[in-house]
């Protein structure tokens, strides 16, 4: 989970289904499963993800066209991860991996309803606004202004004096190779102007799409997703 312009290279080279035709039912699961855990948060040990697992994946079953296909629900194999505060701060464009924004909200920057949540794996409630302190946000630069408005007021005989100056505004600047990530997923609602976030609910999947971003198919989630089912404590 990152813009980094080697990962984008190496995730369009991989092969989407590799080849498993050698391969036993169980070493295809849990191949399924190093793969998508690679980019479904390498960072979390598998007992926190463990104790996040649900079996039950929401799906919503609404018809297009007078057809109701099955969704690809095994693709909300990592749902739960999605509401850990971490993941909502990348999702949301804050930060250009979920590693900077672990550090983000790791240095006290990232407030969940107004209160300051220094914890990357808190996992936000429907609803909840996550707020960034704009001068943190990498790819927020701040424009010079030619004019600046500046007002000087002395105190007692004008031993002291306090200047105060308009707040400079601050214009996006992405970094290179950021395009393909730069989208906002279904359960978000994302204010780019005050840098905040609205956790709408759990991400869900429609006939023919799912919300979740992955560069696997649903094939290998499912595979994953059998693997952490059958082994379950």
């Known amino acids: ?123 936000v409630t429907d609803g909840d606004i996550i707020q960034i302190d704009p001068a943190s946000v990498p790819m927020l630069k701040k424009v010079e202004s030619k004019t600046e408005e500046a007002e000087e007021t002395s105190v007692g005989d004008g031993a002291a004096s306090s200047v105060t100056r308009a707040k400079a505004p601050m214009e996006f600047v992405p970094k290179p190779f950021s395009q393909p990530f730069l989208f906002v997923p279904d359960y978000l609602e994302v204010n780019y102007n005050t840098c905040s976030t609205c956790f709408l609910r759990s991400p869900i999947s429609r006939p023919g799409k799912t919300e979740i971003p992955s560069p696997f198919p649903p094939q290998m989630h499912a595979l994953a997703y059998e693997f952490y089912a059958r082994n379950r404590k």
């Open 1 to 123: 989970m990152s813009w980094n312009k080697y990962n984008l290279y190496n995730l369009t080279q991989r092969t989407r289904t590799p080849n498993n035709s050698n391969k036993t039912l169980y070493q295809q699961k849990w191949a399924a499963k190093k793969d998508t855990r690679s980019y479904h948060g390498d960072q979390i040990t598998e007992r926190q993800w463990q104790s996040m697992f649900k079996t039950r994946l929401p799906t919503a079953n609404t018809k297009v066209g007078g057809v109701e296909p099955h969704p690809p629900v095994f693709s909300l194999t990592f749902a739960e991860m999605e509401r850990r505060l971490d993941f909502i701060v990348f999702r949301s464009n804050f930060a250009p991996s979920v590693y900077a924004a672990r550090q983000l909200v790791g240095h006290g920057k990232v407030t969940v309803n107004g209160k300051t949540m220094p914890f990357p794996s808190h996992r």
